[in-house]
């Protein structure tokens, strides 16, 4: 079976998350590149409802980025956008689709592996879960 | 939709061309409907090209972008400057850093970093055909005053450093103490209310017995700790118990101080939150070191659990003890108690030596400033936290270590939690300098990619009132949640909470961010 | 408020297994304010589902949207179309409304997919606890203004129990002894003198004991001249 391209949507907040993200790429630290990046003003923005129809549009996986929670920016935006990772992993687990697809990961802008790690950690999750049609193609 | 996009393609000199393939993003560019002008430069940053790209935008009506470069703190500003002058409103421009979301990390992925370049810019056109333009607007400050609460060390540091900036002080003052500062002085003085936000607040202060309005720009909050009393069993043995400052301002006024003197970190040894402040450490040593200079003769004990003081202030505990002080440490097994039957005598046990000690005491002090009473007052006027001992919460650190959620409202000194003399003065020439700052600009700027409520659909379930850390939200005349514009901070956390959808985020819509995400994975289904 | 749960995400996927479009409709009401079946646990739901049949290998549509409150007959009317558009509707509200679906369009089939639930108030963003069973005869002025029916697990009017240990409740050792909280409120009232005063055993006939119940305001009914068009004839 050819091995399948992971296809990863990251929701990464604008202050702490993409500094992230940058400081990574400008020390020259390589990551898959199936990850793409989708940048919000905060991890608090991010809808249970964007993760689950990332899911739904394809991707294999879904990790939001954002502040350290007792560094946030907008002071509470990453315990928020953790409060919603956690309530779509609780609906995943009941519909029987492995929770970990969905993951939430703090950072501070001046740590340049977080985001490598986040990104492998994920390509782990997609390489051991494979792809959620089994089936291979989406119907 | 209508729309006329132009897309430029940054090469950030040899970067990009290096690993993509420039021309078929030009082509994908090119092909792609409303696509009406399609430019690749060699480096933003280096504005050659820029006539260019504003004739083309004037030439075939352009009214967004979309931008392939880096990031937008890195790029020159030239481009944006040029695009508003040339009438493209700033949100409709779109910026994806390619250098640092695909070329920089995927070096050794050629073909993975072109397709997932390709989707992202597949992406912005889908996104900018989806975004509207939006306008910040400016209000103007209706007064330069820049309330100050409290006239303690961190106030008056407070007082000094805003006035210079311009702004008129106005310090309230809770006691009658007499206060040399600049500005307007009012002692007998507490703030009871406030109104609006931050360069217009209409604060509701009492000023001795009367009840007055007062409008304010900036508030700064510096309402100090307040004296305590000692705790626990400790303070039903000593009655006559001086917390640490009134000892420092007895011995500056020189007056004869009973011997022997031991002073204790802490007004809650045997208390549940064995919480010592930086302040205790500090304060303590310059209050025992003055007091053994001025009589030698007098025995001195400091008890302590641990000893922080501040960076050089270390120097103090080698001078203390140089000068005859003693240090006893304590842990929470051993702590000092007082014997009711036996008053004048303090037990503890030497957690160094293990050995209980009894020292014959003729004045206890204590080291403590808890949270003012008034902070719960000034917290629900001004609607900003706090913190759990009762101080005032600041907001997120990167917005400064004096500032609070709320814009124009700063809080310094030990207002926050117990600090050093020095510290809070400091912290009150950063409050003040800030204040004034922001009053002198006269004019406050919101708007743009801020929350906005579809009355209809709203449940008035409150959610978005409870989770704003900015006060933004309120339920308005018609019963259904509003946002304050000034308020609002554009995180969009209310917008992803909200049960009933009713609330967007402009800039960051549910439909753009999906639409954005679905193009990224590749847009099948 | 009403306040409801969700069914778990597998006993809704395995209600609706059979079926190949689904039409699912919450409420802008209770459910959504207490989290469970407003447009955005709708749109939750629907993408999950969709996404459990990505995983299973199952064909099926979906359509998701709210109404202002599902137990209104004039509300399901508006989106009639969008209702009989489906094979089942899986109804996200409390169970008021998807009876009133089922009530409207008896031949189709309207599933519930939230667990109804409690009178609840929220105790802070998040927690809802239940105050009041709707025993139709409310005595909380003699209570200092705390149900006893509903707070105390025994229900008793003439409490506490012998069981009541430092003031928690035998029956759920996390939960504050209703009677305790009763006796303190009186006592803040200065009407400690109810305590002492035996209530008689309840009539529990206002209750649901008695059967269904029905409220009406006379004055509030249509007369047949009043009624429009069909409902005269029906």
Same mark, same amino acid.
């Given at each position: 079976?050819?091995?399948?391209?992971?296809?990863?949507?990251?929701?990464?907040?604008?202050?702490?998350?993409?500094?992230?993200?940058?400081?990574?790429?400008?020390?020259?630290?390589?990551?898959?590149?199936?990850?793409?990046?989708?940048?919000?003003?905060?991890s608090g923005r991010v809808d249970g409802i964007h993760l689950l129809q990332a899911l739904d549009d394809g991707a294999d996986a879904v990790f939001?980025?954002?502040?350290?929670?007792?560094?946030?920016?907008?002071?509470?935006?990453?315990?928020?956008?953790?409060?919603?990772?956690?309530?779509?992993?609780?609906?995943?687990?009941?519909?029987?689709?492995?929770?970990?697809?969905?993951?939430?990961?703090?950072?501070?802008?001046?740590?340049?592996?977080?985001?490598?790690?986040?990104?492998?950690?994920?390509?782990?999750?997609?390489?051991?879960?494979?792809?959620?049609?089994?089936?291979?193609?989406?119907? | 939709?209508?729309?006329?996009?132009?897309?430029?393609?940054?090469?950030?000199?040899?970067?990009?061309?290096?690993?993509?393939?420039?021309?078929?993003?030009?082509?994908?560019?090119?092909?792609?409907?409303?696509?009406?002008?399609?430019?690749?430069?060699?480096?933003?940053?280096?504005?050659?090209?820029?006539?260019?790209?504003?004739?083309?935008?004037?030439?075939?009506?352009?009214?967004?972008?979309?931008?392939?470069?880096?990031?937008?703190?890195?790029?020159?500003?030239?481009?944006?400057?040029?695009?508003?002058?040339?009438?493209?409103?700033?949100?409709?421009?779109?910026?994806?850093?390619?250098?640092?979301?695909?070329?920089?990390?995927?070096?050794?992925?050629?073909?993975?970093?072109?397709?997932?370049?390709?989707?992202?810019?597949?992406?912005?056109?889908?996104?900018?055909?989806?975004?509207?333009?939006?306008?910040?607007?400016?209000?103007?400050?209706?007064?330069?005053?820049?309330?100050?609460?409290?006239?303690?060390?961190?106030?008056?540091?407070?007082?000094?450093?805003?006035?210079?900036?311009?702004?008129?002080?106005?310090?309230?003052?809770?006691?009658?103490?007499?206060?040399?500062?600049?500005?307007?002085?009012?002692?007998?003085?507490?703030?009871?209310?406030?109104?609006?936000?931050?360069?217009?607040?209409?604060?509701?202060?009492?000023?001795?017995?009367?009840?007055?309005?007062?409008?304010?720009?900036?508030?700064?909050?510096?309402?100090?700790?307040?004296?305590?009393?000692?705790?626990?069993?400790?303070?039903?043995?000593?009655?006559?118990?001086?917390?640490?400052?009134?000892?420092?301002?007895?011995?500056?006024?020189?007056?004869?101080?009973?011997?022997?003197?031991?002073?204790?970190?802490?007004?809650?040894?045997?208390?549940?939150?064995?919480?010592?402040?930086?302040?205790?450490?500090?304060?303590?040593?310059?209050?025992?070191?003055?007091?053994?200079?001025?009589?030698?003769?007098?025995?001195?004990?400091?008890?302590?659990?641990?000893?922080?003081?501040?960076?050089?202030?270390?120097?103090?505990?080698?001078?203390?003890?140089?000068?005859?002080?003693?240090?006893?440490?304590?842990?929470?097994?051993?702590?000092?108690?007082?014997?009711?039957?036996?008053?004048?005598?303090?037990?503890?046990?030497?957690?160094?030596?293990?050995?209980?000690?009894?020292?014959?005491?003729?004045?206890?002090?204590?080291?403590?400033?808890?949270?003012?009473?008034?902070?719960?007052?000034?917290?629900?006027?001004?609607?900003?936290?706090?913190?759990?001992?009762?101080?005032?919460?600041?907001?997120?650190?990167?917005?400064?270590?004096?500032?609070?959620?709320?814009?124009?409202?700063?809080?310094?000194?030990?207002?926050?939690?117990?600090?050093?003399?020095?510290?809070?003065?400091?912290?009150?020439?950063?409050?003040?300098?800030?204040?004034?700052?922001?009053?002198?600009?006269?004019?406050?700027?919101?708007?743009?990619?801020?929350?906005?409520?579809?009355?209809?659909?709203?449940?008035?379930?409150?959610?978005?009132?409870?989770?704003?850390?900015?006060?933004?939200?309120?339920?308005?005349?018609?019963?259904?949640?509003?946002?304050?514009?000034?308020?609002?901070?554009?995180?969009?956390?209310?917008?992803?909470?909200?049960?009933?959808k009713a609330i967007e985020l402009h800039h960051y819509t549910d439909d753009q961010i999906a639409e954005e995400t679905r193009v990224l994975l590749?847009?099948?289904? | 408020?009403?306040?409801?749960?969700?069914?778990?995400?597998?006993?809704?996927?395995?209600?609706?297994?059979?079926?190949?479009?689904?039409?699912?409709? +919450? /409420?802008?009401? !209770?459910?959504?304010?207490?989290?469970? $079946?407003?447009?955005?646990?709708?749109?939750?739901?629907? =993408?999950? #589902?969709?996404?459990?049949?990505?995983?299973?290998?199952?064909?099926?549509?979906?359509?998701?949207?709210?109404?202002?409150?599902?137990?209104?007959?004039?509300?399901?009317?508006?989106?009639?179309?969008?209702?009989?558009?489906?094979?089942?509707?899986?109804?996200?509200?409390?169970?008021?409304?998807?009876?009133?679906?089922?009530?409207?369009?008896?031949?189709?089939?309207?599933?519930?997919?939230?667990?109804?639930?409690?009178?609840?108030?929220?105790?802070?963003?998040?927690?809802?606890?239940?105050?009041?069973? +709707? /025993?139709?005869? !409310?005595?909380?002025?003699?209570?200092? $203004?705390?149900?006893?029916?509903?707070?105390?697990?025994? =229900?008793? #009017?003439?409490?506490?129990?012998?069981?009541?240990?430092?003031?928690?409740?035998?029956?759920?050792?996390?939960?504050?002894?209703?009677?305790?909280?009763?006796?303190?409120?009186?006592?803040?009232?200065?009407?400690?003198?109810?305590?002492?005063?035996?209530?008689?055993?309840?009539?529990?006939?206002?209750?649901?004991?008695?059967?269904?119940?029905?409220?009406?305001?006379?004055?509030?009914?249509?007369?047949?001249?009043?009624?429009?068009?069909?409902?005269?004839?029906?």
């Amino acid at each position: 079976m050819a091995e399948h391209m992971p296809r990863i949507v990251c929701f990464c907040c604008e202050k702490h998350g993409i500094d992230a993200a940058v400081l990574a790429a400008r020390s020259g630290k390589q990551y898959d590149a199936s990850v793409r990046i989708v940048t919000v003003p905060c991890s608090g923005r991010v809808d249970g409802i964007h993760l689950l129809q990332a899911l739904d549009d394809g991707a294999d996986a879904v990790f939001v980025v954002g502040c350290l929670e007792k560094n946030c920016y907008y002071d509470t935006g990453s315990i928020e956008g953790r409060k919603r990772v956690n309530y779509v992993k609780s609906m995943l687990s009941e519909a029987g689709i492995e929770k970990e697809r969905v993951e939430m990961f703090n950072t501070a802008s001046t740590n340049a592996w977080a985001f490598p790690e986040a990104v492998s950690k994920m390509v782990e999750v997609v390489r051991r879960l494979g792809p959620i049609g089994k089936g291979g193609e989406q119907q | 939709m209508k729309a006329a996009i132009q897309v430029v393609l940054c090469k950030c000199c040899t970067e990009m061309p290096a690993l993509l393939d420039m021309a078929m993003l030009e082509k994908i560019a090119s092909e792609t409907p409303m696509v009406m002008s399609v430019k690749t430069v060699d480096a933003i940053c280096d504005g050659k090209n820029l006539s260019e790209i504003i004739r083309e935008v004037k030439e075939r009506e352009i009214d967004r972008a979309v931008v392939l470069a880096c990031q937008k703190k890195d790029i020159s500003p030239a481009l944006f400057k040029a695009y508003t002058r040339a009438g493209i409103n700033e949100f409709m421009i779109e910026l994806v850093d390619i250098r640092d979301q695909v070329v920089l990390p995927h070096q050794d992925d050629r073909a993975q970093a072109q397709a997932k370049a390709e989707a992202k810019l597949e992406a912005a056109l889908a996104r900018v055909v989806m975004l509207a333009p939006l306008v910040r607007s400016v209000e103007e400050m209706k007064t330069r005053n820049v309330v100050i609460v409290g006239a303690g060390f961190a106030g008056m540091a407070a007082a000094q450093a805003a006035a210079k900036t311009g702004a008129h002080t106005i310090l309230l003052e809770s006691s009658g103490k007499t206060v040399k500062a600049p500005g307007v002085i009012l002692t007998h003085s507490k703030v009871l209310g406030a109104k609006g936000y931050g360069g217009n607040f209409q604060l509701s202060i009492k000023a001795g017995e009367k009840v007055e309005e007062l409008g304010a720009a900036a508030v700064v909050i510096a309402s100090g700790g307040g004296w305590t009393k000692l705790k626990g069993p400790l303070a039903k043995a000593c009655k006559e118990a001086v917390p640490l400052y009134e000892l420092y301002l007895s011995i500056k006024s020189g007056n004869q101080i009973k011997g022997p003197v031991i002073v204790v970190d802490t007004p809650d040894p045997a208390g549940k939150t064995l919480r010592v402040q930086d302040y205790a450490w500090d304060e303590s040593l310059e209050t025992v070191i003055d007091l053994k200079r001025r009589s030698p003769e007098t025995l001195i004990y400091v008890v302590f659990q641990e000893m922080r003081a501040f960076g050089l202030s270390e120097l103090a505990y080698k001078d203390a003890a140089e000068l005859g002080v003693k240090f006893i440490r304590y842990d929470k097994a051993g702590a000092p108690r007082i014997d009711p039957n036996l008053p004048g005598v303090l037990t503890v046990k030497d957690f160094s030596q293990g050995e209980k000690l009894s020292i014959k005491f003729g004045t206890l002090a204590f080291a403590s400033i808890p949270a003012n009473p008034d902070n719960m007052t000034i917290a629900d006027a001004l609607r900003i936290p706090m913190t759990a001992e009762g101080g005032i919460r600041r907001g997120s650190v990167q917005r400064g270590p004096v500032s609070t959620p709320r814009p124009g409202v700063y809080v310094c000194g030990s207002a926050m939690f117990p600090k050093p003399r020095e510290v809070a003065q400091a912290e009150g020439q950063a409050a003040g300098a800030m204040a004034g700052e922001y009053v002198m600009k006269g004019s406050i700027e919101f708007g743009g990619s801020v929350a906005q409520v579809t009355a209809e659909k709203c449940s008035a379930c409150l959610t978005c009132v409870r989770t704003c850390p900015y006060e933004a939200p309120f339920i308005g005349t018609a019963s259904k949640a509003e946002i304050k514009t000034q308020l609002c901070q554009g995180c969009g956390m209310c917008v992803g909470i909200c049960p009933s959808k009713a609330i967007e985020l402009h800039h960051y819509t549910d439909d753009q961010i999906a639409e954005e995400t679905r193009v990224l994975l590749g847009g099948d289904l | 408020m009403i306040v409801a749960k969700r069914k778990p995400v597998n006993e809704i996927a395995e209600m609706l297994a059979p079926f190949k479009k689904v039409t699912v409709i +919450g /409420c802008r009401s !209770c459910v959504a304010i207490c989290l469970a $079946g407003g447009e955005k646990e709708v749109k939750m739901l629907v =993408s999950t #589902l969709k996404v459990k049949n990505k995983k299973e290998g199952r064909r099926q549509e979906f359509q998701g949207f709210v109404v202002e409150r599902q137990c209104e007959r004039e509300w399901i009317k508006e989106v009639e179309e969008k209702v009989l558009d489906s094979e089942v509707t899986l109804s996200m509200a409390c169970s008021l409304g998807a009876q009133t679906i089922g009530d409207m369009y008896p031949e189709h089939l309207t599933f519930p997919g939230l667990n109804t639930g409690i009178f609840g108030v929220p105790e802070e963003q998040g927690v809802w606890s239940e105050k009041c069973v +709707g /025993c139709g005869n !409310c005595i909380i002025h003699t209570t200092g $203004g705390i149900c006893p029916i509903s707070r105390c697990a025994k =229900s008793m #009017l003439n409490g506490p129990c012998g069981g009541s240990a430092d003031r928690k409740c035998e029956v759920n050792l996390e939960v504050e002894c209703a009677w305790a909280a009763i006796y303190d409120r009186l006592k803040i009232q200065n009407r400690l003198d109810l305590i002492e005063k035996v209530m008689p055993a309840k009539d529990w006939s206002t209750g649901h004991s008695g059967g269904r119940r029905v409220y009406t305001r006379e004055d509030a009914k249509l007369t047949p001249h009043q009624k429009k068009g069909r409902e005269v004839v029906q």
